[in-house]
């Protein structure tokens, strides 16, 4: 088993930063990827950035590629999602999620209960 706890979020004026942390315990941190999705209201869970187990790979949704970036630190069995130049369409909860190196939703084994971004023009 692996828990996932999600810090970091709030409101942030457009243009804004904000910085995410997922802090790991339980099983091997450095066993999984790591990913972040998001949901907004009203609309399906959408992936957002992936790291490999190895730290060395990266996937990152069209939508954010160039303002957000994702990176952990084993030591510390946390992962960020640093989030630049943020928009009012990035308003979302953020979850954070464990497992194999993916995009998609349904691959994930485990996953944070979010943590909310709201972004205000």
Known sequence: QVQL????????????S???????????FS???????RQAPGKDREFVAAISMSGASFLYANSVKGRFTISK???????????????????????????PFSIQPRSMDYWGKGTLVTVSS
């Open 31 to 37: 066993s999984y990827s790591m990913d972040w999705f």
């Open 18 to 28: 904000l910085r995410l942390s997922c802090a790991a315990s339980g099983r091997t």
């Open 73 to 99: 630190d084993n030591a510390k069995n946390t992962v960020y999602l640093q989030m630049n130049s943020l928009k009012p369409e990035d308003t979302a909860v953020y979850y954070c999620a464990a497992g």
């Open 5 to 16: 706890v999600e810090s970091g979020g709030g409101l942030a004026q457009a243009g804004g």
